[in-house]
């Protein structure tokens, strides 16, 4: 099976500073795109930052020159460093990724995966 685990989330004041980060592991035969999504209370998830596997990357307006998604391949884990915050970033923060899982000789279909979520609150 497949999980992806993500860390990095908490409590800041607008305008400070964090790091999430997102390692996926288990029976991974290869991943495309890596990205994070968000969701605020009574909002629709949306997406904040994508990264494919040649590190070409994609931003939400809203975050573009704030945060910066990477990744490191041979650790099959993604980041997103984000700056100078602001309350609005304020939500459950989600990992995903497009991958391949292979189970002995099989390897299946790209399918998409997602982390628990872990939550960024930015006070003001």
């Known amino acids: 099976q497949v999980q992806l685990v993500e860390s990095g989330g908490g409590l800041v004041q607008a305008g400070g500073s964090l790091r999430l980060s997102c390692a996926a592991s288990g029976s991974i035969f290869s991943i495309n795109d890596m990205g994070w999504y968000r969701q605020a209370p009574g909002k629709q998830r949306e997406l904040v930052a994508k990264?494919?596997?040649?590190?070409?990357?994609n931003y939400a307006e809203s975050v573009e020159g704030r945060f910066t998604i990477s990744r490191d391949n041979a650790k099959n884990t993604v980041y997103l460093q984000m700056n100078s915050l602001k309350p609005e970033d304020t939500a459950v923060y989600y990992c995903?990724?497009?991958?391949?899982?292979?189970?002995?000789?099989?390897?299946?279909?790209?399918?998409?995966?997602w982390g628990q979520g872990t939550q960024v609150t930015v006070s003001s």
């Open positions: 990264i494919s596997s040649g590190g070409t990357t």
């Open positions: 995903n990724a497009d991958l391949r899982v292979s189970a002995g000789t099989l390897i299946y279909p790209p399918r998409a995966y």
